[in-house]
């Protein structure tokens, strides 16, 4: 037994190397063939991945200089690598970053340039390195502050940044040719414009368009609409011949690439000179105040805004109704957000110019590994994937800036000429893509990265924490709550459908444009109707198993990728029996045609047609899965979470040890996700709901109880509807549980505990569109829903009592108990699985936070570092106190302690799944990792509510009886629990599970005797 304290873990020792020390290549390798230089980059990088990842969200109260500050912590902690949110220029005022506005800037919110310095430099000294978020799929263009956009605006297809953007500038509706659709206003046209919302505006320098936060800029080439109506006393010498030139500029939507570039060459010329003239001449500045108040408009006399309506009318692009977007909207969307405008990173100038930043960075050695943001958007991810490792070769082997001869996509054309010799380019730079995988699918193999960033490791370790035997009896307790039955597959693709019914309905419609045009070519499907194309669409995106396929922009075909076609085409035909099979069988065949020897247009526009499709599936599983099944389907909701799939219900040990090892062999650099920015609830609220799993009657009996007590605050609509319904109570309740706080000292904190579950059952009333949506909200029932959470968790007061409190008390300890138990178990098997563990900012400790924007609230990392630096952390007393978090911080601390004092034994060892024997063998998940000789045994307990029958007491000693893990041959039989310096007696063949588990309810052990 361990006597004493145990002390708190220094700093984790600098075993590895960062990308911030990176020898300078220049010099090194100059006199080297390309070749050699590239592979000796290749050996070099296997030894910088990152040990374990720590997720900080970054905006304009957490900032560079901030971060900076936290370093020695993170190193205390066992970090290796800050992993960052996007730290490029985003709109002002971003919270997270992900609406990029210049991707050559830092973001100023976050700090100047010599503050980035600076927390690279505090970075570099600890050896640890930056993993950057980044996001190639869009950019923000809201509010004026995308230069790119707003240059597209004033140009049209004249810009030079036209073909950045994914713009369809002849959709089908005929007046909006030539223009983009800027679906902004709260209202429709015509009432805002003569409600004198929309004006123009002259600030000193450029004349705009106003409509509240957004500017808009004008068409250099429809100034004179304005200026030509000046006074002739107020026009300085010159000025007509000033307008006659900018009325002479080719129109926004010219296509003679002479006159573009006598466009682009002589319009900035021009305003300059009319800001010159209108600094120097004061009667001119006068006149265009008097000028513009007349174009503005006279509320109350329509007739008076027909001057700006004409304005308005020349420009290249066209303001509508925030509503139109769904049916009308002509560029591609980061899903439905409107001011999320895609990029068409497939074009290699819009590649080389979105990353002269992050080529710098990558040269300095200053981020050492980057995450993809919604790779699933992109035209081609392959394509990208390549070329970003290209970027990361040509940053080290030429420098920052790009020297000699170079090809479009601003990569030196040897290096390129070099690596695309290569069969399969080999990932030197560390590289993670934010992708959601389906229950069977894999990470395309020919991708050069490290792997996912981790969302498909949720379910496998989520699951291993929900008691599979119980779902039929979840399934009838949920079903006799809402009185209803739900398929779930069934309600997924009636969710998906509406996604294309609604909001998605503008991607569809193009599609089915698309495919009418290439039907019109095949005298087999001529005679198939707009309508029913699109419907085939609609109804084979709504079947398809995965998120998208990805045939690329060559036409290879993969076989996963003809399987998922084939599998949708065959449920849609099974599903609309009314339409005709051949039909399908048209859609399949075009989606998947085998490219020709000589491609000739028609091949092409059915590849184009397919890489368009490809693009939309994603969107609409996301919005169908993540952004509304999730909030309808909740019979059980741990399992409502990214990457997860809620039909599922419990993983086993075997499942578990099945997909390590799979990731073990295909992606052992893999990220390993439990809470993120993304993440639905945290992983410690999941964790704790999944104590629910192990007492389905016990579970049932209470909410059934707990719905009789508060009926009475329910609100009955004049429509009938009663709110909130049972399906919203249910969530409620499974809520409430899961994020209670583990302290509610005082009425204060309960009213701020209130609110953050108000605010969250509003975004799920919201995102569910059962009784409200963000398109149709009704005040009137979220008000209700508003307040019946109010009235339930309003304490007691003399007349008034509250029995569902009293009652919740009674039923949380034991729930909030074992879910810590759930916690450390769960974050120790993370830490120690194969692939990179990350922990999102403040999840060291307990942390007990819902979906956006609770998951951004502002973390005390000034307790947590205080607590690692001073608390003790004897066993017994961590488990007394187990609601201060210590105990899951110190899981952590040792756990990352032995992974960084052993990196390749976590990295490259082998991963041995351990038998485990006796009556208590299916509580129990273990495992070793095995290298050289050199072992680490995880073992962690499951499902302890029913192991202790609900007593709130840890699973410790005698409990356990007979029960341990078989050891493989060959370890030894000498071993030291990290967790506690004890070491476990045990004869070569067994680890019993009494002595393993004495003191502390995780163990990780060592054959490594250091203490």
Request: glycine share 6%; hydrophobic share 40%; with cysteine.
């Amino acid at each position: 037994m361990m006597q004493g304290l145990v002390k708190p873990p220094g700093r984790a020792p600098n075993l590895h190397l960062s990308t911030g020390t990176m020898p300078p290549l220049e010099t090194t390798l100059d006199v080297q063939p390309l070749a050699e230089r590239l592979e000796r980059l290749r050996a070099q990088n296997s030894a910088l991945l990152p040990v374990a990842t720590y997720r900080i969200q970054f905006h304009r109260d957490l900032t560079f200089a901030d971060a900076a500050g936290l370093i020695p912590y993170l190193k205390q902690l066992g970090i290796s690598h800050v992993y960052a949110s996007p730290l490029l220029r985003a709109r002002s005022g971003s919270t997270h970053g992900y609406d990029i506005a210049n991707h050559n800037q830092l973001n100023p919110e976050l700090g100047d340039e010599a503050s980035f310095v600076r927390l690279a430099e505090a970075l570099r000294r600890e050896g640890m390195g930056l993993i950057l978020d980044t996001v190639p799929n869009h950019m923000g263009v809201g509010k004026g502050d995308n230069p790119w956009w707003q240059d597209v605006m004033r140009h049209g297809q004249a810009s030079e940044f036209a073909d950045y953007f994914d713009i369809d500038w002849e959709p089908l509706k005929p007046e909006l040719h030539n223009k983009v659709l800027l679906p902004i206003l709260g209202s429709q046209y015509g009432n805002e414009l003569e409600a004198g919302h929309i004006r123009v505006v002259w600030n000193g320098e450029n004349f705009g368009v106003q409509y509240f936060e957004n500017r808009l800029p004008l068409d250099p080439r429809s100034l004179p609409l304005i200026l030509a109506a000046l006074p002739a006393s107020a026009k300085p010498e010159g000025f007509d011949h000033l307008l006659a030139r900018l009325g002479a500029l080719p129109p926004h939507y010219d296509s003679d690439p002479q006159r573009i570039r006598q466009r682009r060459e002589s319009a900035p010329a021009l305003t300059a000179e009319m800001r010159r003239m209108a600094r120097e001449h004061s009667a001119l500045q006068a006149a265009l105040e008097e000028r513009l108040a007349k174009i503005n408009g006279r509320s109350g006399d329509p007739s008076s805004f027909d001057e700006l309506h004409a304005l308005l009318e020349a420009q290249a692009y066209r303001l509508a109704h925030w509503r139109v977007s769904a049916e009308e909207i002509n560029y591609r969307r980061f899903f439905d957000i409107n001011d999320l405008v895609g990029l068409r990173m497939e074009n290699p100038r819009v590649f080389a110019e979105t990353h002269k930043l992050i080529r710098r960075l990558m040269a300095t050695g200053q981020v050492s590994g980057v995450r993809i943001d919604h790779c699933d958007g992109l035209l081609n991810p392959r394509q990208y994937l390549i070329r970003l490792q290209m970027l990361y070769y040509a940053a080290q082997c030429f420098g920052p800036e790009p020297t000699g001869a170079v090809s479009d996509n601003g990569i030196e054309l040897e290096l390129q000429q070099t690596l695309t010799t290569e069969q399969r380019m080999s990932p030197a730079f560390y590289c993670v893509v934010e992708k959601i995988l389906e229950p069977g699918e894999s990470l395309p193999a020919e991708w050069p990265v490290h792997g996912t960033s981790g969302y498909d490791f949720i379910p496998q370790l989520n699951g291993l924490f929900i008691q599979a035997a119980n779902e039929a009896a979840f399934t009838r307790g949920y079903e006799r709550f809402i009185g209803s039955t739900v398929d779930f597959d069934s309600l997924l693709y009636h969710c998906k459908k509406a996604q294309m019914h609604t909001s998605l309905a503008s991607e569809v419609a193009v599609l089915a444009h698309l495919l009418d045009e290439i039907s019109l070519g095949d005298r087999h499907a001529r005679d198939y109707t707009r309508k029913t194309l699109r419907d085939a669409i609609r109804e084979t995106i709504a079947c398809f198993p995965v998120y998208r396929s990805y045939i690329d922009e060559r036409g290879e075909i993969f076989d996963r990728d003809r399987a998922y076609v084939q599998t949708a085409i065959r449920r849609a035909k099974r599903l609309n029996t009314g339409t005709a099979a051949e039909v399908f069988d048209f859609l399949g065949r075009t989606l998947l045609t085998e490219k020709p020897a000589d491609p000739g247009p028609d091949y092409r526009r059915k590849l184009h047609f397919t890489l368009k499709f490809q693009q939309l599936t994603g969107p609409v599983m996301a919005k169908g899965l993540e952004d509304t099944a999730f909030y309808v389907y909740n019979r059980f909701i741990s399992m409502n979470e990214v990457g997860c799939v809620p039909k599922s219900f419990g993983a086993s040990v075997a499942d578990f040890h099945r997909e390590n090892l799979r990731r073990h062999e295909e992606w052992p650099s893999a990220m390993l996700a439990t809470s993120t920015h993304d993440t639905k609830r945290s992983e410690d609220v999941r964790a704790r709901l999944n104590v629910l799993s192990e007492i389905p009657s016990e579970w049932f009996a209470k909410v059934s109880a707990w719905r009789r007590l508060n009926g009475g605050l329910k609100v009955t609509l004049p429509d009938g509807r009663v709110a909130p319904d049972a399906n919203e109570e249910y969530l409620l309740y499974q809520t409430l549980v899961g994020a209670w706080p583990l302290a509610l000292d005082d009425e204060q904190e309960l009213a701020a505990f209130t609110a953050r579950v108000q605010q969250y059952m509003d975004k799920a009333l919201h995102e569910a569109k059962m009784n409200a949506s963000w398109i149709n909200p009704d005040p009137q029932y979220s008000e209700a829903l508003r307040n019946f959470i109010a009235q339930i968790l309003t304490p007691a007061r003399p007349g008034r009592s509250n029995f569902f409190l009293k009652r919740m008390a009674s039923f949380l300890p034991a729930i909030q108990f074992f879910g810590a138990m759930n916690s450390i178990a769960q974050t120790l098997l993370k830490l120690t699985s194969p692939g990179v563990p990350d922990i999102y900012q403040g999840n060291e400790l307990f942390d007990f936070s819902l979906v956006d924007p609770d998951n951004r609230r502002p973390v005390d990392f000034r307790r947590r570092s205080e607590l690692l630096r001073s608390a003790s952390f004897v066993p017994g007393e961590m488990l007394r106190h187990y609601h201060d978090g210590r105990i899951k911080l110190w899981t952590t601390t040792r756990a990352l302690e032995l992974r960084n004092q052993d990196p390749e034994l976590f990295r490259a060892g082998s991963y041995v799944p351990l038998e485990v024997t006796g009556e208590k063998a299916a509580h129990v998940c273990a495992f070793a990792r095995v290298l050289d000789g050199r072992v680490a045994i995880t073992m962690a307990p499951r499902f302890t509510y029913t192991l202790m029958k609900g007593t709130p007491q840890p699973p410790l000693g005698e409990v356990w009886g007979r029960t341990a893990v078989v050891l493989p041959e060959g370890v030894g039989s000498s071993f030291r629990n990290v967790m506690t310096a004890e070491k476990p007696t045990t004869d070569g063949t067994l680890l019993p599970c009494r002595e393993v588990f004495a003191t502390f309810p995780v163990a990780l052990l060592t054959n490594d005797q250091r203490g």
